[in-house]
């Protein structure tokens, strides 16, 4: 006879805002009064009436061993409430429990996230507007992107330096008029609202904030000499600090475009040089995925990291160390790109062999040797071969013409 399947009690997590109880639907309530155990922040206990009889714990460190104690709990029988701030499926633990646990176990009593809160505040249609989380370690960096010409920004703040930290990146983009908006508290008894430029926030380096805050951001550039960034690939060269081992700006374009940034993807730069393509590429393929920028010289591996800062992609490995070493403990990519190594049998077929299939590798050459070893590859695995040959316009004597720059081959394989 077949042994019934042992049941637990459900898992339930509940959303709370600022203000509380006052906030929560009547079924949560009675949720949050029955549970044995209950798991939550230390900000959101105090905030819990002193009846809830359950005994309670605060997050642990690291954030999924609390897994672990959750299941232990449901297994003697325990009900198990779990109380996130907002909504637990918005920047929450929502989504971790969701991948440890069965839908089917998890009841969920979702609050406004802030960033609802903040929309409404603000009058903002939240479907027109930027969304990004700078709280726990993610760096101010991220906004690099987002600085656009009228963009509307929702920042989820990690203390109260964050509007500082925002202004400063805006001032030196030329978008010091931007209008910068402090949302505190959102929904309970402090909530506050304050509002300056970016200018205003930067010349008073003010940092004092309250810690709990949506930073609303309204891009307006002071003028035409504002440095407005591109999207899309072929950023000018001078947006990177080089001393000259950079791809240029339309080789670039090309290139970062053949290794088809995409979410979820990893991307290997060999060779990376002032990390040019690595940076673009991340851009475009945007938080979901990773690159490894991997250059044995320590003072590019410097000028790579001051590019990710300030191109918006802190989320950049750098790794400073020779190839083939460096290679070995990497995990498996989508893409390859091989820039200065690209003459290397041995970095070519360990790029290769490491490439997940259906993967892409493109390598290109500025040297004859080169050409010809992209060329053998070409004849002996297939591919495609590109030779790009850029022009621009130059004085010549009184008037100007197009000068040639060195052309450059390029091999672009997609693993099978």
Not at 141 to 158: D, H, K, S
Not at 283 to 298: K, P, Y
Not at 327 to 344: Q, R
Request: charged content about 25%.
């Amino acid at each position: 006879m077949k042994e019934p399947e042992q049941s637990f009690p459900p898992l339930v997590i509940i959303g709370m805002g600022d203000d509380g109880l006052d906030g929560l639907p009547l079924v949560a309530i009675r949720e949050l009064f029955n549970a044995d155990v209950l798991y939550t922040s230390p900000r959101l206990e105090r905030m819990l009436p002193e009846e809830v009889r359950a005994r309670t714990h605060l997050w642990p460190s690291p954030f999924d061993l609390m897994v672990e104690e959750i299941r232990k709990q449901r297994e003697a029988g325990r009900q198990v409430v779990v109380v996130t701030s907002g909504d637990p499926f918005w920047h929450g633990a929502g989504s971790l429990l969701a991948r440890h646990f069965p839908l089917e176990e998890l009841v969920v009593r979702p609050a406004p996230s802030s960033f609802s809160l903040a929309c409404a505040r603000m009058g903002w249609a939240m479907q027109e507007v930027q969304k990004l989380s700078l709280h726990g370690r993610r760096s101010p960096a991220l906004v690099e992107t987002a600085i656009q010409p009228g963009c509307r920004l929702l920042l989820l703040a990690n203390d109260g330096r964050t509007p500082l930290e925002v202004a400063a990146r805006l001032v030196r983009r030329g978008f010091s008029s931007s209008r910068l908006t402090v949302l505190a508290h959102l929904d309970g008894p402090e909530e506050s609202r304050h509002d300056m430029t970016a200018r205003t926030v930067a010349d008073l380096e003010k940092d004092d904030f309250p810690d709990l805050h949506v930073l609303a951001v309204e891009c307006i550039p002071d003028g035409p000499h504002a440095r407005v960034l591109p999207l899309a690939p072929g950023l000018p060269d001078d947006a990177f600090e080089h001393d000259g081992q950079i791809t240029k700006q339309a080789v670039r374009a090309v290139t970062v475009s053949a290794l088809m940034p995409r979410p979820e993807a990893l991307l290997w730069d060999v060779g990376a040089g002032c990390g040019s393509i690595a940076v673009e590429w991340l851009r475009i393929a945007g938080l979901q995925s990773r690159a490894c920028a991997i250059e044995r010289d320590v003072s590019r591996c410097r000028m790579i990291s001051n590019n990710a800062d300030m191109l918006g992609v802190p989320h950049l490995e750098v790794i400073c160390d020779a190839v083939p070493d460096a290679l070995y403990p990497l995990p498996t990519p989508d893409a390859v790109f091989i820039g200065t190594a690209a003459e290397s049998g041995e970095i070519f077929d360990i790029c290769l062999d490491a490439l997940k299939p259906g993967g892409i590798l493109v390598a290109n050459a500025v040297t004859a040797s080169g050409e010809a070893a992209l060329a053998e590859r070409h004849e002996r695995l297939g591919g495609e071969l590109l030779r790009l040959a850029v022009s621009r316009s130059a004085p010549l004597g009184s008037k100007k013409a197009m000068r040639p720059a060195f052309p450059v081959t390029q091999f672009r394989l997609r693993k099978t």
